[in-house]
């Protein structure tokens, strides 16, 4: 939340439904602007994305800090006014309160990422903060909302910086199928009001004023507020819900999920595939037919034949789909060889094991992990049944975010962790 309203922060008689107001299961076209069609890799912005392309009189409705005790019933209400909203939510507010988000989820509203402890994101890097570990945490607890589908993210305090994007970019965990971070038109500082002991009313006038001026756009308010506790206890945020959301829909604003928004910010820029690059520092390559090998072979993430998407198929399964929209499988029944499929499968399922930073590990269904064969010219096998016979694969984005270089001090203590298990595994013989 912002201190000053207006700040480029996070800031801080009940008529019926109007004819026409859409209800919070459809998915109508907004006009204006392309239906989505679906987002299948994404990647954050270098830069705040607002100023969307609505139409006039469009409002995107949007909650940040919660789940706090009163958003429940906010997204209940909304339900009922056919409204659907995003509700930003912050990690260690999640973890308490699952049900709130079961609910928020049952009732038609999108569960995006707003980090797990609400850290100031450009300064929390500037001091080799773990930003990742903001995102993915968070994620663990909103990922089944949002199977299939983008992970939306609002910066918090809306602050951002490219230094932040980079730092998310590289991991697959902390940017694959995101989008962000989306910034507001319509602050309204609802926490500010509430901060200063203002009535619902007066509340509701800034809000009224700030919609007045700008015709449409994307309105913040707070359901709980994730770092002022004092503030948090004068919230009116539900009433203010209520008395607000009547009116605008009286004077013919409709409201549109994130979800319903196709601007170019959201969707085209923002689309990317990744290349997988293995421990020779080569490039896994396919041609992409049905029944083709893939080999360690490719020279760069720009080669079409090295461009790969990654689909999330639930129970921690994922599957890698090609740029010619075959799918990598293996047939145990047959060999170890990992070869494009136009099926999708059990045996085009895999795990995929984090290392460190931009590497992971691929454990296929049959429990071997993806390696290389030397003696076949560096095919792609699941030949590995041993972690430690696995290969470690980066996860090197089209958009060139660059992990940074390794220092002389972390590989010093890579070998010493090396040794170490060299170790153990002679005492325990």
């Not at 396919?286 to 079409?304: F, I, R």
């Not at 499988?329 to 045996?347: A, H, K, L, N, W």
């Not at 992990?369 to 089209?398: C, E, T």
């Amino acid at each position: 939340m912002s201190r000053e309203p207006g700040g480029r922060g996070d800031v801080g008689g009940q008529d019926g439904i109007p004819a026409g107001s859409p209800r919070p299961e459809r998915r109508e076209k907004v006009p204006g602007c392309l239906c989505r069609s679906g987002l299948e890799a994404a990647m954050f912005a270098l830069k705040s994305i607002e100023n969307l392309d609505l139409a006039e009189k469009t409002l995107c409705l949007t909650y940040d800090d919660g789940p706090g005790a009163a958003s429940a019933e906010i997204g209940r209400f909304l339900k009922e006014r056919g409204v659907r909203a995003t509700f930003f939510v912050v990690g260690k507010f999640a973890v308490e309160r699952p049900e709130v988000l079961d609910q928020l989820h049952a009732d038609g509203h999108i569960i995006g990422n707003h980090t797990f402890e609400h850290p100031d994101l450009p300064y929390y890097v500037s001091v080799n903060g773990d930003v990742r570990d903001q995102i993915i945490r968070t994620n663990t607890v909103i990922q089944k909302y949002n199977e299939g589908k983008p992970i939306y993210f609002r910066a918090t305090y809306g602050k951002w910086s490219p230094e932040v994007a980079r730092e998310l970019n590289v991991d697959m965990r902390s940017s694959f199928r995101h989008v962000g971070p989306v910034y507001w038109d319509i602050s309204g500082t609802d926490c500010h009001s509430w901060k200063l002991g203002k009535t619902v009313e007066e509340a509701a006038d800034v809000y009224l004023a700030e919609i007045a001026d700008k015709g449409r756009g994307v309105v913040v308010m707070h359901d709980d507020t994730a770092d002022m506790e004092t503030v948090a206890a004068k919230s009116r945020t539900l009433e203010l819900t209520r008395y607000l959301i009547p009116r605008l829909q009286a004077l013919g604003f409709r409201f549109v999920g994130l979800d319903e928004i196709d601007d170019p910010q959201l969707t085209g820029p923002l689309a990317d595939m990744f290349g997988l690059k293995g421990q020779d520092g080569k490039f896994l390559r396919t041609t992409g037919a049905a029944g083709a090998e893939l080999t360690w072979s490719g020279a760069s993430v720009d080669d079409a034949g090295c461009q790969f998407v990654m689909e999330q198929k639930g129970r921690g399964k994922i599957a890698i789909r090609c740029a010619a929209g075959t799918y990598l499988r293996v047939d145990p029944e047959v060999d170890e060889t990992v070869r494009m499929s136009d099926q999708c499968d059990d045996g085009a399922m895999f795990d995929s094991v984090p290392v460190t930073g931009a590497q992971l590990m691929l454990r296929s269904h049959s429990g071997n992990y993806l390696a290389a064969d030397a003696k076949s010219g560096g095919r792609l096998q699941a030949n590995a049944p041993f972690m430690r016979q696995a290969w470690r694969i980066a996860y090197v984005p089209k958009s060139g975010a660059v992990v940074k270089p390794v220092t002389f001090s972390q590989r010093l203590n890579n070998a010493r962790k090396a040794a170490l298990f060299v170790k153990s595994k002679l005492l325990q013989a």
